[in-house]
């Protein structure tokens, strides 16, 4: 938590040209969210203390299988998610000006909620391109993952609906003065806002969450931004990847207690392969690799139960995947826009839905050098719809 801080109010000092104009003020809060879900119980699951097994049955999905399972598993427990709030700096002498809305920004697979605060790099900070646009910013830490302080059991517990059920329960949060967490948003100076005006942002698994949200509670997202994602597929870089159990390959960084069940990647190549291409900044990459994050056997698992078409959500959609996105597009341009016009097909209601595909950059498209130019057009699309 402190660390992420820092990270934030470090950025002034680092001062590259291309960074925004204004900085966000921003503050480390946390939800203790009680959930009920119903998780998928498998019916073969890997053993737990044996990670080549636990490989094997990840790669098993990604190359297209779907497991075994044997009926839903009901977790009833309450949770705590840390996530970084900024909110845009009133202006020198002027009113503050309420923000136009609340994005909620969810992470892809081993990274955490610091991915959107440009991994400490400041032309690469997504708070700070929206606040100077006006919206409000909440990064989530996925249960599980970033500054959390629980790792519940990899497999039975840490699955996508679980993290789409404390979703929704912030997005209530964030809409409702009513509802118990929503003092979070405060700041100490300010009462915490009630967001009319609500936009999922996500990432690779995150736009999978928020996609999914837009099924599951159709009511919830008044926009979707999803980036790095698309229904075209090719998993093929991260079945081929080393994945090791992150606590035993470095127990210093991720305690050697961590459940096996929480893989990552031990190849710095491999994964600039799969997440950088194109045109970045050389000096992210190894940054990227040493803060590497986890994700959990039970997310890979079990995503199958949660895709789906978002039939009946009537809010906006906007898809945002890079041209060189090694798993969900492919050069050249036209080839990745014919894939993500028919994505539209997963929100057969939606209002309205757009696409684009930055060019020269990769997967982690918030961390190329076309970032900017992406955050301004998906503001510009933003201000449009909201
Ligand atoms: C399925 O679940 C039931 C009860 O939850 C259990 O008794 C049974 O052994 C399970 N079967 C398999 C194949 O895992
Ligand atoms: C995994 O290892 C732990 C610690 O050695 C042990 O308590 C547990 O029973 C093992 N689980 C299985 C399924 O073998
Ligand atoms: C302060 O506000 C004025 C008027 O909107 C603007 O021209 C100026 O650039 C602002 N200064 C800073 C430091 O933001
Ligand atoms: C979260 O990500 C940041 C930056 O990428 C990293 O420094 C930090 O160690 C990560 N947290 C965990 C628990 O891996």
Known sequence: MRHDTLTLLGLTFLGASAS?????????VAFDIPVVSNNVAFASPPDPNNTADIVEFM????GGATPATNGTLTISDTFTIRGTYCRPRPGNGTARSPPKGLQILVHGITYNKTMWAGEGFPSYDWHAFAAARGYATL???????????????????VQPQLQIDLIHAIVAAARDPSDVLHSVLGDGDSPATAF??????????GSYLGAALAAQHPADADALVLTGYSGYLDFTDVIEADWVSAGVWRPDRFGA???KGYVTMSNPAQRAAAFFAGGYDADIPPVDFEGEDTLTVGEIGALGAILGDAVGYVGDVLVVTAVEDAFFCEPPLEKCEEHLRQTATSFPDAKSYDYFAPTNTGHDLTLHHSAADTAERIHDWLDEKL
Do not use: E, M
């Not at 925004?20 to 480390?28: A, G, I, R, W």
């Not at 790669?59 to 990604?62: L, N, P, S, V």
């Open 20 to 28: 925004p104009t204004f900085t966000p003020s921003c503050s480390d």
């Open 59 to 62: 790669r098993a999905i990604w």
């Open 139 to 157: 990064a989530l830490d996925r249960l599980g993952h970033g500054a959390n302080p629980q790792r519940p059991d990899p497999l039975a517990v």
């Open 196 to 205: 009319s005006k609500i936009v999922v942002v996500g990432h690779s698994y």
């Open 257 to 259: 207690d961590l459940p």
